[in-house]
């Protein structure tokens, strides 16, 4: 079975920390992606990266960034933390020409 | 136009009802639609997809019912059970490429016993 595993199911941060989310993968997936989960507003997507070390914006990049250093390891990084990006993370990952995408289990994260 | 709509907001059925969940979208060039279920707690899992050259598909209890002309697909689920009380979002992908998903704004469907 593919596993999509984030580092964290819950975290509190406060405003201004640098936050680490971490996911990793074990299915050798070339795309992953970092999604964002809020009420009424569906799954937007922040980033995504189809290769070890390209990245490339989503709907909502602003206020976030990205790394991809290995291929089954996609870290996003809120730079300076802040209330509205309290919200639940979900980071997926597929392969190329394969369009199902496995997520992971959710990061929720509340900045106070 | 990369939007994809989605509605009811919540919809609530007894047991062994019908519900019906509708998606629409502006993009012809989408060509791929997934359903995903996400239960509370765990991350969204694929439950069925349909490409645009069928007007549906279904696996088990559940069906898509795909209409080209109009931009819009809906899901179906039959006899349903409580079990299948969860969040449903509808998804649009262009394939060639990476599979970004434009998803949907999410059904939250509770099947009373």
């Known amino acids: 079975d593919v596993k999509v595993t984030q580092s964290s199911r819950y975290l509190v941060k406060r405003t201004g920390e640098k936050v680490f989310l971490e996911c990793v993968q074990d299915m050798d997936h070339e795309n992953m992606f970092w999604y964002r989960q809020d009420p009424g507003l569906g799954l937007r997507l922040i980033y995504f990266?189809?290769?070890?070390?390209?990245?490339e914006k989503g709907d909502i990049p602003e206020g976030y960034s990205v790394s991809r250093e290995k291929k089954e390891r996609f870290s996003l990084i809120l730079e300076s933390a802040s209330t509205n990006q309290t919200s639940m993370y979900l980071c997926a990952s597929s392969l190329h020409q394969v369009p199902e995408a496995f997520f992971g289990q959710g990061t929720r994260l509340t900045v106070v | 136009q990369q939007q994809v709509k989605q509605s009811p907001q919540s919809l609530i059925v007894q047991k062994g009802g019908i519900p019906i969940i509708n998606c629409a979208y502006e993009?012809?060039?989408?060509?791929?639609f997934p359903w995903y279920q996400q239960f509370p707690g765990k991350g969204p899992a694929l439950l069925i997809a349909?490409?645009?050259?069928?007007s549906e598909k279904k696996e088990g209890r559940f069906t898509i019912s795909f209409n080209k002309s109009a931009k819009q697909f809906s899901l179906h689920i039959m006899d349903s059970q409580p079990g299948d009380s969860a969040t449903y979002f509808c998804a649009a992908s262009i394939t060639s490429g990476t599979y970004k998903y434009i998803f949907g704004t999410g059904t939250r469907l509770k099947v009373l016993a």
């Open positions: 349909i490409r645009p050259d069928v």
């Open positions: 990266s189809y290769d070890v070390k390209m990245k």
């Open positions: 993009n012809t060039a989408f060509d791929y």
